[in-house]
C-alpha cells in the first residue's frame, strides 16, 4: 500500500509539473517557434545568396590603362552573354570613364596631337632617305655617287637623331597622360560611385595581360555576387588573351579543359545512394542542435522551477503532501515527459514535411527515416535523465540562479562540445578517439546523434556500450541528486561549500 501510495504521489507530482510546463508559453514558444526561427536563420541566408534576384541594370564603370584600350568593349559583350535580366536586358551595362572634359588633358593632348604629328613627319622622311640611300647603292655608275651617299648619310643621321628626340617627347607625353588620365578617371569614378551613378568600376593596370591585376572599387563591397561574377568573367577574358598570344586556338583549350561532375554515391548492403555531403552532414548537425534545445529547456525548466519553489516556500507545501524522493522523482519524470512531447511534435513536424516534399533533396536524406527517430529520442530520454538529475542537484545545492550560473553554463558549453568536433565526426565517424569520446557520460547523447547517421556501418556494439553507460551514470546521478535533495532542499540564505556537499552525501549514504 506504502509503495502504491509512494507512486500515486510522483504521478500527481509528475502530471502536474507536465501540465504547468506544457501550457505555457515559453514552451510552446521553443517548441514551435523556436526551431522555426533557428532554421530560418541557417537556410533564409543560403537562399538568398543563391537566388538573389537582380532588380535592375548595374553600371560598372571601366579605367582602362592597357595599351589596347579595348576592355570595355570585351568585358560588356561577355556579361551581356552570361548574365541577362527577365525581360532580356543585359543585367550590367559598361561605361568608360573619360576625362575628355578636362582642361588640362585636352592641352596635353592637343600638344600630343603636334608631337605625333612631327613624329610621323620625321619618320616618313626618315624612310625615305633610307630609300633614296638604296638606290644610291643600287646604281653604282649614278655621276656623283659617292658624293650623294655620304650627304644622304649626313642627312638620315640627322634626322635619326632629330625623330629620336621628338619620340622621347612623344613618349612623355604619352606617359604624362596616362599618369592624369588614372588620375582624374579615379576622381570622376569615385564622384560617380559616391552619387549613386556608378555600381562599382573597374581599374585595369597597363600589364593586365601579363599581371591580371585589376582594382574593384565599389560604395559597399559586401555585394559578393558582382565581384565573383566580374572576376570569374574576367579570368575567362584573360585566359583568351594569353591562349592567343601563344597561337593557340581557346576553342581546343577548353573542350580538353571542361570540368568532370562527380556524382557521389554510398553503398548500404546491395543498395546505393546518391550522396551529398551538405545535406547529410547539415542534418545530423541540426538534430543535436534540436537535441541541446529538448535536453536543456526541459532541464532548465526543472532548474528554475525548484529554485522558484525554494525561494517562495512552495517547496514546504510539497513536503507535507509527499516525501522527497517522490517529489524529485515526480518533478524529473514530469519535465522529461514535456521534453519528449516537444520531440515527438519535432519528429512529426519532420516527417509531415518529408511526405508532402516540402523539403527539398527529402529523399535523399537517407538519415531521415524511424531508426534514427528512435534513437534520438533513446538518446534524449538517457541525455535529460542525466542532466536532469544534475539540474536537481544544482537546484537543491544553491539557494539563486545566480549562485549556479556558472556550474549552468559550464554544462552547457559540455554538451555542445561534439558540434566543434562535428566536421572531424563526418571524416571518421568511427576513429578510435572519437568512440572514447562518445563513452563520456557527458558527451555521450551528442556524438551519437552525429555518429549513427553518418556511420558506414552499423553501431550496435557501441550504442549498447552507450547505453550501459549512461545507465549507470543515471542511475549514480541519481543517486547522489536524491541524497542531496533530502539534506538541502530546505536550505535558504546560505552558500554551501563543496566540502559540505561531499559531507552530506556521505551523511545521507
Known sequence: MSR??????????????????FRSRSYLFNTFISPFIFTMLFLLPLYFSTNQQPTGVKLIGIVDMTEEKNMADRLSSALERSYRLENQLSEYGI???SIRNVPEYRELQRDLKDVQAQYDSLNRLHNRIKKERTAYFTQKKLPNRQFSLDRSYERLREVREEKELVGIELQRYKTAMDSMYAREARVIADSLILSRVLSAYLVFSPDFVKSGRVEYHARETNDLLDSERLEKTLQRLIVHSRLRALKIEPRKVRDVMRPIHLEKYKIRGRDEEEWNVYAQFYGPLI???????????SGGYLFSGLMME????????????ARPLEIMGGKILGMGAVGLTQVLIWMAITITLTVSGLIPGSKSLSYLNFTNGFYFILYFSLGYLFYGALFMTLGSIFSNEYDAQQVNQLLRMVAIFPVLLSLLVVINPSSLWIRLLSYIPFLTPSFMILRIPLSDQPLTTDIWITVIIMTVAILLTIGVAARLFRVTMLMLGKKPTWTEVLYWIRRSA
Open 4 to 21: 502504491r501510495r509512494n507512486m500515486y504521489n510522483m504521478w500527481h507530482v509528475a502530471r502536474w509539473e507536465f501540465r504547468n510546463r
Open 287 to 297: 538534430g543535436v542542435f534540436l537535441l541541446f534545445i529538448a535536453i536543456f529547456s
Open 95 to 97: 561605361y568608360t570613364i
Open 310 to 321: 525554494k525561494n517562495n516556500r512552495v517547496i514546504e507545501v510539497l513536503l507535507s503532501y
